[in-house]
């Protein structure tokens, strides 16, 4: 598969896209999610691996590897350290 140059929010989201300094409590993602406690906000596909951002319990984001269990990969209260941890992946990374 393609690798994606960067993370893609769902259209749902896009008003979140290219924001800084994004937080749990940041009140325009709030309004997004409406009362949903877990949420995707994204993918980004590098190599044959998909990555999730998802927004839990409105505490954290959390990095999730489709298909590699159900440990999240890094989680933060601020949106932009996820997002730079999944745009530095490279397929590269994951060649044995």
Not at 57 to 71: E, I, L, P, S
Request: glycine letters at 8%; one cysteine or more.
């Amino acid at each position: 598969m393609k690798t994606m140059d960067s993370f893609k929010f769902f259209s749902r989201f896009s008003e979140i896209d290219g924001m800084k300094d994004v937080d749990a409590s940041n009140k325009v993602l709030r309004n997004l999610i409406d009362y949903d406690d877990e949420v995707c906000l994204g993918q980004r596909q590098v190599g044959e691996r998909s990555y999730h951002i998802f927004y839990l319990n409105k505490r954290q984001f959390c990095v999730y590897y489709h298909g590699g269990g159900t440990d999240a990969m890094c989680c933060s209260k601020k949106l932009d350290d996820v997002l730079g941890y999944v745009n530095s992946l490279k397929p590269e990374d994951f060649k044995n």
